[in-house]
């Protein structure tokens, strides 16, 4: 073995050594930052608000006036985009929304979204089934008209165990 080689390797080892504690000191334990979804995205002057529940959080009245099945192994998808006004609040607008989501596995679908209309408002639900604690990464997007797609990647995991 060259010399350049020996050299080369004695500094790995010791990089390998330190790194792993050699002196008997546990690693300093990471802390994990929290996560915070906004829960919107915002381009010019629309924005893409969103929302992903559990199917069995929503109130009956509301999950039987929309169709949905409140179950705990299912999801509700809910994607409001909205037009900002100078001195007023955003007022929703009509907007194609379309999304996929992705289980672990890299299984893909597309999500189905159809359109609520009450009180004047307009927002866009789509359901779907999930698995006990497996991720699922969404990805939402939504036009509105004379505005560009407003994009928005999520993963979630959901609690499904019966309680």
């Known amino acids: 073995m060259n010399c350049a080689r020996r050299a080369l390797l004695a500094v790995l080892a010791a990089a390998l050594v330190t790194g792993c504690g050699?002196?008997?000191?546990?690693?300093?334990?990471?802390?994990?930052?929290?996560?915070?979804?906004?829960?919107?995205?915002a381009s010019g002057d629309h924005e893409m608000?969103?929302?992903i529940v559990p199917a069995s959080e929503l109130p009956v009245e509301v999950a039987t006036s929309y169709g949905i099945n409140r179950s705990k192994d299912r999801?509700?998808?809910?994607?409001?985009?909205?037009r900002r006004q100078a001195d007023a609040l955003p007022r929703p607008i009509e907007a194609e929304v379309e999304g996929d989501w992705q289980t672990l596995v890299g299984e893909t679908q597309s999500l189905v979204f159809r359109p609520v209309l009450e009180g004047g408002a307009i927002s866009y639900i789509a359901e779907l089934p999930v698995a006990n604690r497996g991720p699922i990464t969404f990805e939402l997007r939504a036009r509105p008209p004379q505005g560009v797609v407003m994009t928005a990647?999520?993963?979630r995991e959901f609690d499904t165990t019966p309680r």
């Open 153 to 155: 990647r999520i993963t």
């Open 75 to 82: 999801v509700v998808v809910n994607v409001s985009v909205l």
């Open 22 to 41: 050699g002196n008997d000191m546990p690693p300093a334990p990471v802390t994990a930052r929290l996560f915070e979804d906004p829960g919107f995205v």
């Open 49 to 51: 608000r969103y929302g």
